[in-house]
């Protein structure tokens, strides 16, 4: 049998690489200064660099303007691209927040080419991918929330410094309460603060609620109490309230902006219940789950498991 003949493919022409952004320019950011890169024949420098004052950064949109720049490419370096990100928005321009792993990810780069021309060039193509960038409502409040959260690390940090103290005066008041920052806890603590030294009138400060007996907590308050360590519990106490109030503050900022959401139309779920109950100790200062309603539409605290905070 005669073999096969073999086909010859055709030959076609392809195009690769097609600019896809045409209009694109790429911007390394430092923290004094960033580079610019844009298209060739643009401008007599294709390159420029600008400081990162507010006056330069604006200045520097006005040069991509003039250069007919449509869309941006950065990198995510730190927070400092933040201030860029927004004048370029402001301003019109298509913005691309990059990973900086995602750049590293594209292999052919040359070496002699700087990072603002590469970046730029790679966007040409529409090699770069967009990181998600939520609107700036969403921003206001995220930002507020991760704010929140760092004045509860610092406020639970003060409470170790009171328990410590407590410890090393042999006043055992962590063994009879579960959480000394609760209400029978920071009664007594302050009265400590006061100069209160008395076992048994310290303990009848005890609430109702308190499992433990007046004279399990007397026993315990019976220590060997030191002016130096009183005194780093008075601070621990202050810093305490300090950082406690800076959270309701910070509460009061998030339910503005949860007021600016207009409540659903069509909700596929009935609004949660108002709060009756006495507020606990970790819980926000305003009402959280309605305000997390009008802006979702749903009531997520109907989820096994998940509080009005892990929702936020």
């Not at 096969?4 to 896809?20: F, H, P, S, W, Y």
Request: with cysteine.
């Amino acid at each position: 049998m005669a073999k096969q003949e073999r086909k010859i493919a055709k030959k076609v022409e392809v195009d690769a690489l097609e600019q896809i952004n045409r209009n694109a320019a790429g911007i390394d950011i430092g923290a004094e200064e960033v580079y610019v890169a844009v298209p060739p024949g643009r401008d007599e420098e294709s390159v420029r660099t600008f400081p990162t004052f507010t006056a330069d950064l604006q200045r520097m949109a006005d040069w991509l303007k003039a250069c007919r720049i449509e869309s941006v490419a950065m990198e995510s370096t730190g927070v400092y691209w933040i201030p860029v990100y927004d004048i370029l928005e402001e301003r019109g321009f298509q913005v691309c927040l990059v990973n900086a792993r995602h750049l590293k990810n594209v292999s052919g780069r040359k070496t002699d080419v700087l990072d603002c021309q590469w970046i730029q060039q790679l966007h040409t193509y529409g090699l770069l991918s967009a990181s998600f960038r939520p609107p700036e409502q969403i921003v206001a409040i995220r930002s507020l929330v991760r704010h929140r959260e760092m004045l509860a690390q610092y406020r639970s940090a003060h409470i170790q410094h009171m328990q410590k103290a407590l410890t090393v005066m042999n006043v055992r008041l962590t063994n009879v309460l579960s959480d000394i920052s609760g209400v029978t806890g920071l009664k007594i603590i302050r009265a400590i603060v006061a100069g209160e030294r008395n076992p048994e009138k310290l303990a009848r400060l005890r609430n109702e609620r308190c499992a433990k007996s007046e004279v399990e907590i007397a026993k315990s308050l019976a220590g060997h109490y030191k002016p130096e360590q009183v005194f780093v519990l008075k601070q621990a106490v202050e810093l305490y309230d300090f950082y406690d109030e800076q959270l309701k503050h910070c509460d009061l900022e998030l339910e503005k902006l949860y007021r600016q959401f207009e409540p659903p139309e069509n909700p596929s779920t009935p609004p949660p219940a108002p709060r009756t109950t006495k507020r606990r100790k970790n819980q926000a200062y305003f009402d959280l789950a309605p305000a997390l309603y009008r802006m979702t539409g749903l009531d997520l605290t109907q989820i096994d498991g998940v509080d009005e905070l892990t929702i936020q």
